[in-house]
């Protein structure tokens, strides 16, 4: 199995079974109620603009009229803890210390509470120190749920579903972005309003620390702890019995490959294919930034001013664009493929780009701070429907994907820690860009659009290279890369490093065996049971 070309790891997903509908909607059920922790990033991010806005708060927090701007300073700290707090618990020595240590389930649920605990810190403050704790916990809630969503997903999740379960967390985000807005706009402006939405917002972290509680673990986590046996019942509720004896066999040989690597250093981050990997990943997640979605966000109320449509008209169809755009992500990704989405979404973002840039640098006048003029009509709305034109763009390829190739790429060995930097990565690019994009459209304007055009570029080279995952098990993602440049000298790690552990043909072939195979009563109570016994007889000491 370990020498196996990647054309068979393919062929054996695709020659899976078709699997039974209560068991489709068994794992789709499970897959949703992850995102509902997706839906809790989009909540978080939305709904903050327009509460630091509203009068109530004003008066309430900073203690300042209502007509008095507050501190350029206070209203950055209150926008950029947020991400400081999720990149603290992205960290890998932090995140994996759960998603490993806890599990992914538990994981999930420990995001859900902090998430709880920092929207009451925040509905309860009477001081800006107050409401900047709030946001700061609500922030490591995000941080984690951003770094074990999708990888608990992606390992519930078959093979032939796997893209597109993956997808439902940018789904959710751009839900949360969308639901936010419609909260906001009905009792933010009330009197203490903004507490209201505090209150709201927390009502989806308790449907997902309720619901997390009744949905199975991770079988690949199970079976890194040794408890092969529950793995497989999990298995068998969201698999056919073949291909669930199968994927436990595999998950099992991948663990037994991992252990004759010996214990798991930090080390192993940076040297090698995992090294390759991770930076691939980084790479991924910071174009991901670097492409420009946030400039859009923040240039489009401006533009649509300069041809007389109101920024709340622009942000309520820029959302809306966003969460519909996504939907195609969903129902394609296991469809065209990974690599077909990325490059086609690259593609398009990157026309976006140049025309945006072309036509505002020769019909856009003025600046960032002071508004822009518009000398032609035509103009300004091709430049309206290039900002729409880049968000469904975005939507569909590199805003969901981006994560599910993240989540697929990396072996289970180093998964979580790996996972932990490219989130990370993530985070940190959000809040440079968050950081330096007023200060970039301010001193360049709309030739800003030709950085971040140079970066989609890039992302369409960098796609057209990817190795396409649709459909492969993830145990067997690994070989998809051997004959990749900058890959291929690592191609035979994981056959010698079983062979230089000891040389072991019983251990080889213990991992090649996996457990016997199920007696045709596994419909039954008692050949689940008996099944067990058999497995915890062919483990090995």
């Known amino acids: 199995m370990v020498g196996a070309p990647a054309q068979v790891s393919s062929q054996a997903a695709h020659d899976q079974k078709p699997l039974a509908m209560d068991k489709q909607l068994r794992v789709g059920v499970i ?7 997706a839906i809790l990033f989009g909540l978080d991010v939305g709904y903050i603009g327009p509460i630091i806005e509203s009068i109530s708060f004003k008066q ?17 700290l209150i926008v950029s803890l947020f991400s400081i707090g999720a990149m603290f618990t992205a960290l890998p020595l932090i995140s994996s210390y759960f998603i490993d240590g806890l599990g992914r389930k538990p994981s999930i649920i420990v995001g859900g509470v902090v998430f709880l605990v920092g929207s009451a810190i925040q509905g309860f403050s009477t001081t800006s120190a107050h409401f900047l704790i709030g946001r700061f916990v609500a922030g490591m809630a995000i941080g984690l749920l951003s770094s074990v969503i999708v990888l608990y997903q992606s390992e519930m999740a078959p093979p032939n579903m796997r893209g597109m379960l993956s997808t439902l967390y940018q789904l959710g985000i ?15 402006d009330r009197n203490e309003g903004w507490r209201m939405v505090m209150g709201i917002i927390s009502v989806p972290a308790v449907v997902l620390v309720l619901g997390m509680m009744v949905m199975p673990r991770s079988p690949r986590w199970l079976v890194s702890k040794g408890k092969r046996e529950e793995a497989l019942k999990v298995l ?9 004896v199968r994927e436990e066999e595999e998950i099992f040989h991948e663990i037994e490959k991992s252990k004759a690597e010996g214990e798991l250093a930090w080390s192993e981050l940076f040297n090698g294919r995992v090294c390759r990997l991770v930076v691939l990943g980084v790479t991924l997640q910071i174009l991901q930034q670097l492409v420009g979605m946030n400039a859009f966000m923040y240039f489009g109320p401006k533009i649509f001013g300069a041809i007389g449509v109101s920024a709340t008209t622009f942000n309520t169809i820029s959302m809306l664009t966003n969460f519909l755009s996504t939907f195609p992500a969903v129902f394609l990704a ?9 490059l086609w979404s690259s593609i398009g973002m990157s026309i976006a780009c140049v025309v945006m840039g072309s036509l505002g640098l020769v019909f856009i006048s003025g600046d960032a701070e002071s508004g822009f003029e518009c000398e032609n009509a035509a103009a300004g709305y091709a430049i309206a429907i290039m900002i729409f034109f880049f968000v469904f763009n975005f939507a569909f390829g590199f805003g969901p994907i981006v994560w599910v190739y993240c989540a697929e790429i990396f072996p289970l060995r180093v998964r979580a820690r790996c996972l932990g930097v490219t989130t990370l990565a993530n985070w940190a690019g959000n809040f440079i860009i968050a950081q330096f994009t007023p200060m970039l459209l301010g001193s360049v304007a709309f030739g800003t659009f030709y950085v971040f055009g140079f970066f989609c570029i890039a992302s369409v080279f960098l796609s057209a290279w990817l190795p396409e995952t649709k459909g492969v098990p993830l145990e067997n993602i690994q070989k998809l890369f051997d004959n990749k440049a900058g890959f291929m000298s690592t191609a035979e790690v994981g056959k010698e ?10 251990t080889a072939a213990s991992a090649e065996q996996g457990p016997p195979r199920l007696p045709k009563l596994l ?3 008692a050949g689940i049971v008996a099944a067990g016994e058999k497995i915890s007889k062919a483990e090995m000491p």
């Open 60 to 76: 309430d927090v900073p203690h300042i009229d209502a007509n008095v701007q507050m501190l350029a300073a206070t209203e950055g």
């Open 497 to 506: 490093a079983i062979e230089l552990a000891g040389g072991s043909e019983s």
């Open 174 to 188: 751009t839900f949360g972005i969308l639901l936010a807005a419609f909260i906001d706009q009905l009792v933010v």
């Open 334 to 342: 296991d469809r065209v493929g990974r690599r077909s989405l990325l």
């Open 236 to 244: 068998l509720t969201i698999r056919n019995e073949e291909d669930a």
């Open 31 to 37: 897959a949703l109620f992850a995102a509902i922790g």
């Open 523 to 525: 419909g039954s109570t």
